[in-house]
């Protein structure tokens, strides 16, 4: 059996380690409290010293304080502060933070063998918005850590240089789905200027990066695009069929429905489903007797896309409707009866024999 | 009667059960204080993966996965309509919200019509999943086109959850209950884990608050606060404890058993493919959790369940010993039932660490804990009297119970300062600390009582849902502004 003092020892160290615990969290309350207060101070100070900037005199004044800012405790608040400076007055404090070394540093973080120094660094990176920069953050685009990776995409996000598009294009369905997805959003916001790349990638990338330059070029909505996305709907790979189609759908080019109209027929589901979402999305009524056939297609999300298009062409989708009321499909006379509800249009789907 | 207890043998049963108790006891805080460890650094390597990556923006995308918001609702009018608003209001490119109006007997249906102006409409939908209880409408509105209303007769929850799943339209769905609110951002960072592995990550659950007391403007909490009733009060920092400290830790190494009902999100097509919520349990969300489990390891697949503390859900704790009692029993009763149904996996050659960690921990601290603990309130005493132990040892035991319990309550509120800091005044944060000291010497006796009584409730064959209370938002609305 345990003796009396290491039992008595014990129970004391419980106790303090009770009573440390409640310390700590006391001093970390405490903490977290002036941890505010220094936060708002900071950035109070440095707003000032920002404001500053705008005369020569000022500059001389205020350039060492904002050094200083970017290398303490609150330097991702003070370079999100810079990021925001009018271009010229940025460009001074860049200079000042190169002669510094500030900037050298950062891109030292960059490859440090600490994942979180790593990630610090960039997204010190990504709001200075340097463009000597871009190499590095395109490089940590293909670390080994998924978190240093996504912390490179959010950081070229908020870059949004011309130097980075083409590279940027380029990594298209390398990485793993986040960045590809964070790639993609950039390439969105940088719009139009995007679109040679992407038609490049399209037609001669791999299968994943064609992929993903369908789904932006459907969100970039560049009519240069309609002819190459055209040409994707005969693509090897079904899902980059599906995704030109989807495309299309969001250009919404009445000229493009006749050439999405033949992916209905496709051997693989969710190609026809997004191809008759895309000829709603399209919205030319001339489609609408061949996505009433659809209703009947063997596969649940086709029909329910086929009803959902139907319903968006509205009015002239009607007698597509009424025919597919009277179609031996017990499920495609519902799903008239419902699109033609919704229509406004009172319908119940008539039974039939051996439904 | 004092011949028989001075018996040999029977000291000698006494002693032995005394000692087993004590190595109960010492590993049950051994895997909670290692559970604990494991939270903290989980904790911290989200805190900072948010912080640096803001995982948000992607999920603000035109990349992101839209999401079925199902909400289910059995005589929930006091806080249904508050519910739709904050689940319709939230912070999300793509969502749909579907209210399950599960037969009920109160205004629960007629105030959804009214506040969303609701119109019946034919809706045709795929059976993929079967459930009881007819449809008896569906309903939508004009000016809320992402809401749908399921009226059906009332077959339970699982039986609501499974025939919205029939008509949700997206292939993530999260399911809500009618008396919580979500954060703004929940979904938004809810997604996460299936934007970061969308191959892998099947199920993901979010962290669960105390309701009662907050300020709640518009559908949403504005000011996080302690509630003024005492048995919430002890609620709030057992969540702490259970979401913050324990589930963390299992989540860590894939082995968590529980995502609660009230917010969790799940990939549709794994939930069809394993048949959906099973109407026969009372704790639904633990079965479709456990079977979700079994199926990905029988069928030897990659696949992720996981627990994020960020996302934050706040629901209506029971304010009443009865209301509690009936929650916390029906909460023990599910918990071995789904154990018993899926007790397999404690040999199943596929089970891999489930064996090992996962199920061992809800069976034997979790299911048999209030059988132990019990036998330590009764046979710990009768040893002291018998002379069997000694005062100190005896003195020594409940010293350790208390502070021990008191160390794990505080280290959860202290790692809710340290990550989220949601009570911002001294006064919430010196009461959470208090509770974590008083609870040890009355709530969890309590709760140890209505689990026991659970446990009588499977000997004896009774069972159900119970009658459940809701005070709805209004009240603490009203209350607090």
Not at chain 2, 412 to 440: H, T
Request: proline share 4%; with cysteine.
């Amino acid at each position: 059996m345990i003796d009396f003092q290491t039992l008595v020892l014990t129970l004391g160290l419980l106790l303090c380690i009770v009573a440390l615990t409640t310390v700590a969290a006391i001093a970390n309350k405490i903490h977290s409290n002036r941890e505010e207060d220094s936060k708002r101070r900071f950035l109070g100070e440095l707003r000032k010293r920002l404001l500053l900037l705008k005369t020569p005199r000022g500059r001389l004044e205020a350039t060492p304080g904002i050094v200083a800012a970017m290398t303490g405790r609150w330097s991702e608040l003070a370079a999100e502060e810079i990021s925001q400076l009018e271009l010229p007055i940025r460009l001074d404090v860049l200079r000042a933070l190169e002669r510094a070394g500030v900037i050298s540093r950062c891109i030292r973080g960059a490859r440090s063998r600490f994942k979180w120094t790593r990630a610090h660094a960039l997204r010190m990176l990504g709001e200075l918005r340097l463009p000597q920069c871009v190499p590095t953050l395109l490089h940590a685009l293909e670390d080994a850590d998924p978190d240093v990776r996504i912390v490179a995409a959010r950081s070229l996000g908020r870059m949004k240089l011309e130097a980075a598009e083409e590279a940027l294009v380029e990594l298209l369905g390398k990485p793993d789905q986040a960045v590809s997805a964070r790639i993609a959003a950039i390439c969105i916001e940088m719009g139009p200027r995007t679109v040679p790349s992407l038609i490049r990638t399209l037609r001669e990338g791999p299968s994943r990066a064609r992929f993903w330059s369908a789904r932006i070029l459907g969100e970039i909505h560049d009519p240069r695009a309609t002819r190459s996305l055209g040409d994707a709907l005969l693509d090897m790979d079904a899902e980059v069929r599906s995704a030109a189609t989807w495309a299309l759908g969001r250009m919404g080019d009445r000229t493009t429905a006749s050439l999405a109209e033949p992916l209905l027929r496709d051997p693989i589901w969710f190609v026809r489903a997004h191809a008759a979402e895309a000829l709603g999305r399209i919205g030319d009524a001339a489609m609408a007797p061949v996505l009433g056939e659809a209703l009947r297609d063997r596969s649940w999300w086709v029909r329910k896309n086929a009803l959902d298009a139907l319903v968006r062409i509205g009015e002239l989708a009607k007698p597509a409707l009424l025919k597919a009321l009277e179609c031996d499909d017990r499920f495609a006379r519902e799903c008239a009866a419902e699109g033609l509800s919704s229509l406004g249009i009172s319908a119940s789907a008539p039974a039939r024999d051996g439904d | 009667m004092e011949t028989l207890l001075t018996a040999p043998w029977v000291l000698d049963a006494i002693n032995t059960i005394g000692l087993v108790i004590l190595l109960y006891f010492s590993t049950l805080q051994l895997v909670l204080y290692s559970l604990l460890i494991l939270s903290f650094f989980d904790m911290r390597r989200r805190l900072a993966q948010n912080f640096y990556a803001d995982y948000e923006a992607v999920a603000k995308s035109h990349f992101t996965f839209p999401i079925s918001v199902l909400v289910p609702a059995y005589n929930e009018s006091a806080g249904v309509v508050d519910s739709v608003r904050s689940v319709l209001s939230l912070d999300y490119p793509e969502h749909e919200a579907i209210v399950i109006n599960d037969g009920s007997t109160d205004e629960t249906l007629a105030r959804l019509k009214r506040e969303f102006g609701l119109e019946r409409r034919e809706i045709v939908y795929r059976k993929s999943l079967p459930f009881r209880g007819k449809i008896r409408g569906l309903y939508r509105s004009a000016a809320t086109p992402k809401l749908l209303v399921i009226d059906k007769e009332h077959a339970g929850k699982s039986e609501a959850l499974n025939a919205a799943i029939n008509l949700s339209r997206y292939p993530l769905f999260c399911t809500i209950d009618a008396d919580s609110l979500f954060q703004d951002n929940a979904l938004l960072r809810v997604v996460r884990p299936f934007l970061e592995d969308p191959e892998r990550v099947i199920a993901v659950g979010g962290q669960v608050r105390v309701a009662n007391g907050c300020r709640i403007e518009r559908g949403r909490i504005s000011v996080p606060r302690l509630p003024e009733n005492v048995l919430a009060g002890f609620q709030v920092v057992e969540y702490l404890r259970a979401f913050v400290a324990s589930r963390l830790g299992l989540s860590a190494m894939n082995n968590l058993l529980i995502l609660s009902g009230v917010f969790s999100l799940f990939r549709k097509d794994v939930v069809i493919e394993v048949g959906g919520y099973r109407p026969d349990v009372v704790t639904e969300d633990m079965e479709l959790v456990l079977r979700l489990h079994r199926r990905m390891r029988e069928q030897r697949r990659p696949y992720a369940i996981q627990f994020l503390p960020d996302p934050i859900c706040w629901t209506e704790v029971p304010e009443t010993i009865g209301a509690l009692a009936r929650q916390r029993g029906r909460w023990h009763r599910g918990l071995i039932h789904s154990l018993w149904l899926h007790r397999s996996l404690l040999w199943g050659r596929h089970s891999g660490s489930l064996r090992w960690i996962g199920l061992p921990y809800y069976f034997f601290f979790e299911f048999l804990g209030p059988v132990v603990e019990l036998l330590g309130y009764i046979l710990i005493p009768i040893a002291y009297a018998l002379g069997i132990l000694s005062p100190v040892y005896f003195w020594a035991f409940l010293f350790l119970a208390v502070t021990s319990g008191a160390f794990l309550s505080i280290s959860a509120v202290f790692l809710e300062e340290l990550s989220f800091g949601l009570y911002r005044s001294w006064g919430d944060f010196a009461q959470m600390i208090g509770i974590g000291i008083l609870e040890n010497f009355s709530y969890r006796i309590l709760t140890l009582l209505f689990r026991l009584g659970a446990l009588l409730d499977i000997l004896v064959g009774r069972g159900g849902w119970g009658r459940q209370e809701r005070a709805g938002f209004g009240r603490s609305e009203a209350s607090s502004t």
